[in-house]
C-alpha cells in the first residue's frame, strides 16, 4: 500500500471518529450543563476514544463502507447515558431539545471550522505528508461531519431530530405528534435501512453534498 493511501485512510478514520464520538459526548455535555450527571459518573464525558468506541458502528460499518467505495462513510459511537426526565425537571423541554441537538449542533459547528481553514490553505505550498496528512484531515472533517449532522436531523426515530421534534410537540401540547412518534419508534430503523439502501437515498442526501459543495 503506498504511503498517501495509508495517510488517506489514517486522516479519514481520524476524522470520522472525531465527528462521532464528539457527537456522543456532547449529548451528555450539554445534560449534565442541566443537572444530569448520568453520562459523567458513566466516565462517558471523557475524550478516551475507548469508553465511546460502538465494534459495529465506530468500526464495522465505516470499514465495509470504505473498502465497498461508498461515496460517504457513517458511523456510530456507544450511545451516551441521559436521564431525560432529570433534563426536563430541571431546564423543561427547551434543554430536551438542546440536548437531542447537542450532537448536531457540534457536527455542523466542527464542518464550519474546517471550511474556514480551508479557505486559508494555500494547496500549491504543501511539500510533507504531515501537511497532506493534516489537511486531508480537515477536509475529511468538513465533509463527515455535514453528513453525520444532517443524517441525524431527520425526523426519524431513533435519530436526533426525531427526539428534538418530539419534545418540541410535548412543549406546545400537540398530543398527536407525541403519539405519532411513540407509535412508529419500534419502526424507525427499518425506515432508515430503506431510506440508506434504497435509490431514495440520493433523494435524501442531495442537500448534503450542495452542504459540502457551499463550504469547501
Known amino acids: 500500500m503506498e504511503n498517501d493511501e495509508i495517510v488517506k485512510i489514517a486522516a479519514t478514520v481520524l476524522a470520522l471518529a472525531v465527528a462521532i464520538i464528539g457527537h456522543e459526548i456532547m ?80 457536527n455542523f459547528g466542527l464542518a464550519l471550522v474546517a471550511s474556514v481553514i480551508l479557505r486559508y490553505v494555500d494547496f500549491n505550498s504543501i511539500d510533507s505528508m504531515f501537511e497532506y496528512f493534516i489537511i486531508l484531515f480537515v477536509f475529511q472533517s468538513l465533509v463527515y ?27 406546545n401540547k400537540w398530543d398527536r405528534v407525541v403519539k405519532f412518534y411513540s407509535s412508529i419508534e419500534r419502526y424507525g430503523m427499518v425506515i432508515l435501512i430503506l431510506i440508506i439502501a434504497t435509490p431514495a437515498s440520493q433523494y435524501f442526501f442531495a442537500p448534503v453534498r450542495y452542504i459540502i459543495d457551499m463550504l469547501k
Open 145 to 171: 461531519n455535514v453528513v453525520l449532522g444532517f443524517f441525524n436531523l431527520m425526523p426519524i426515530p431513533p435519530l436526533d431530530g426525531s427526539h428534538a421534534l418530539s419534545y418540541f410537540a410535548a412543549w
Open 27 to 106: 449529548h451528555g455535555y450539554m445534560a449534565y450543563r442541566y443537572g444530569d450527571n448520568t453520562a459523567k459518573d458513566a466516565g462517558r464525558l471523557s475524550i478516551n476514544p475507548l469508553v465511546h468506541i460502538d465494534p459495529i458502528g465506530t468500526i464495522v460499518v465505516p470499514a465495509v463502507l470504505f473498502f465497498t467505495g461508498a461515496p460517504f462513510l457513517f458511523g456510530w459511537a456507544k450511545p451516551v447515558p441521559i436521564y431525560i426526565r432529570e433534563v426536563i425537571r430541571n431546564a423543561g423541554y427547551k434543554g430536551a431539545i438542546n440536548v437531542s441537538l447537542a450532537g448536531i449542533y457540534y
